[in-house]
T-cell receptor
Framework: GENVEQHPSTLSVQEGDSAVIKCTYS??????FPWYKQELGKRPQLIID?????GEKKDQRIAVTLNKTAKHFSLHITETQPEDSAVYFC??????????FGKGTSLLVTP | DTEVTQTPKHLVMGMTNKKSLKCEQH?????MYWYKQKAKKPPELMFV???????INESVPSRFSPECPNSSLLNLHLHALQPEDSALYLC???????????FGSGTRLTVV
């Protein structure tokens, strides 16, 4: 089955800096790659996603890039703010029923 | 309505109790999911329902029994749980292959 590796497991940046989280996947048939943000005690929330026919997608300060050949995708957060502090999960899916999640990255943005 | 509603939000149960978790969505999603999440871990898939039929059971112990009474409702019946089953139970729904999931706010379950 699909195996999603996520790095780093923890990331600390200063407010205003950029943060990058990387994921690799094993199943070349995977074609849908969402990113979820989970604040402490809350549900995971979809923040951005990308499909395999697209190489990059942006939404304000958040962007995701996908390299299908290398089977990796990354989340980029620019101009980080303290409210960006959370656990971020990447996931991969084969247009199918279930998402396979990475182990998560705990992001801390310090003022 | 763009929400997935889960009840109860918190549940404490003994190992001999029987309880049920409920999930409801009115977004017309035909795929619904149960996930279990332990602290500092990713969500772990338990069950998938597609068009009200169980399509995936990720080798979940029989003390967890899912039910999908209709296209808007998903239940998880709990019986004879163990303390290690304490976790956040998340329901999600989606249009499979089209969008990411929408997660409910979860039920925080404690088994004593």
């Amino acid at each position: 089955g699909e195996n999603v590796e996520q790095h780093p497991s923890t990331l600390s940046v200063q407010e205003g800096d950029s943060a990058v989280i990387k994921c690799t996947y094993s199943d070349s048939a995977s074609n849908y790659f969402p990113w979820y943000k989970q604040e402490l005690g809350k549900r995971p929330q979809l923040i951005i996603d990308i499909r395999s026919n697209v190489g990059e997608k942006k939404d304000q300060r958040i962007a995701v890039t996908l390299n299908k050949t290398a089977k990796h995708f990354s989340l980029h957060i620019t101009e980080t703010q303290p409210e960006d502090s959370a656990v971020y999960f990447c996931a991969a899916s084969n247009s199918g029923y279930a998402l396979n999640f990475g182990k998560g990255t705990s992001l801390l943005v310090t003022p | 309505d763009t929400e997935v509603t889960q009840t109860p939000k918190h549940l404490v149960m003994g190992m001999t109790n029987k309880k049920s978790l409920k999930c409801e969505q009115h977004m017309g999603h035909r795929a619904m999911y149960w996930y279990k999440q332990k602290a500092k871990k990713p969500p772990e898939l338990m069950f998938v329902y597609s068009y009200e039929k169980l399509s995936i059971n990720e080798s979940v112990p029989s003390r967890f029994s899912p039910e999908c009474p209709n296209s808007s409702l998903l239940n998880l019946h709990l019986h004879a749980l163990q303390p290690e089953d304490s976790a956040l139970y998340l329901c999600a729904s989606g249009r499979q292959g089209r969008d990411g999931y929408t997660f409910g706010s979860g039920t925080r379950l404690t088994v004593v």
